[in-house]
């Protein structure tokens, strides 16, 4: 993307400028030949063309048409790719076109290229004469090194600090290409208050832990979440029951259990006249029903994650369904 930003004038209100701005962009469609001598400077241009068709000869043309035709300096046009290798080579074919047509306006031999002779050519039906044509080119070669040419993030990055205080970021800003060392410490910060701390009920922290639950994973999440920042988070209800209240009722339910009770719910299982969905109740099934009911009960814990996902079998309230 290619954006001028011309000098104020009598016309413009409050004196803020008038901004002229090319914009191009990579599409399947390629439209018929374009002449970029011949586009318009003011107002907003869309170049849409595939790999390899020209769009950097057209920003090259279009920059240096904007320094000759607008008296721009390469600090007021501001040019915006996305990696840093095509701005590095945006800056070195811009600069040698600069280059280039200085030569030939100092009378060296164009070659078989048509982009200098076709540049000279516009600018003096502009009605710029060469040696305006040589001093601004000049100007602009001498300073190069302020050229406005960024990737996107570097651009972002130019405009915070040049403008902290509107912003109502910090004086001095880094910036960071790679934030997961920042994910990694807000996950980490906030499991060592939240889960390990202690505020959290301690049979939910096991809960957590017991599911694989990590600062590391959670990292992980919000890698997930942030790169989807117009995402609408969908969380799931907070539970009616307080999770001191569901523990205590969960402890007394299973000291009411026995593991001897497990032969009587097996023989329900099989009592005459019951009805039981083949494809859930098969033999396999409810043995492993049984093993992980037995396991679960030795194990002396309540808030030990079950061993498996069969123990629904043998349930009460699923038998009564």
């Not at 988070?233 to 402890?251: I, K, N, Q, S, V």
């Not at 099989?270 to 043995?287: F, N, T």
Request: glycine share 8%; proline share 7%.
């Amino acid at each position: 993307m290619i954006a001028a930003k011309a000098a104020p004038t009598p016309h413009d209100d409050n004196g803020a400028g008038r901004r002229r701005g090319i914009i191009a962009r990579m599409s399947a469609a390629v439209p018929a030949t374009p002449d970029v001598f011949a586009y318009p400077l003011d107002g907003i241009r869309l170049i849409e063309a595939s790999a390899g068709t020209g769009k950097t000869w057209s920003i090259c043309g279009l920059y240096l048409r904007l320094l000759l035709e607008r008296a721009l300096g390469v600090d007021q046009v501001l040019v915006v790719t996305f990696t840093k290798a095509a701005t590095a080579e945006l800056s070195a074919r811009i600069r040698e076109r600069i280059v280039d047509t200085l030569r030939v306006l100092d009378g060296g031999d164009p070659g078989a290229d048509p982009f200098v002779p076709r540049l000279i050519e516009v600018s003096l039906a502009a009605g710029i004469a060469h040696a305006t044509m040589t001093e601004r080119l000049r100007h602009a070669l001498q300073v190069f090194d302020e050229a406005a040419i960024f990737t996107i993030h570097g651009f972002c990055q130019r405009a915070l600090a040049d403008t902290p205080f509107a912003a109502g970021l910090p004086y001095a800003l880094e910036l960071s290409e790679d934030d997961s060392a920042l994910r990694t410490e807000v996950a980490e910060d906030f499991w060592r208050r939240r889960i390990a701390g202690g505020t959290l009920p301690a049979a939910l922290a096991r809960l957590l832990v017991d599911k694989g639950d990590c600062p590391a994973r959670w990292a992980a999440y919000l890698k997930q979440d942030m790169a989807r920042p117009c995402a609408r988070r969908a969380w799931d209800a907070p539970p009616a029951e307080d999770c001191g209240a569901a523990e205590a009722a969960l402890r007394r339910a299973w000291a009411a259990l026995d593991a001897a009770q497990l032969p009587a719910a097996l023989a329900a299982l099989a009592a005459p006249g019951v009805k039981l969905h083949k494809g859930s109740y098969k033999p396999e099934s409810i043995a492993a029903a049984a093993g992980q009911w037995a396991a679960w009960l030795a194990g002396g814990d309540p808030l030990q994650a079950p061993p498996g996902d069969k123990l629904h079998l043998l349930a009460a309230a699923t038998r009564a369904a």
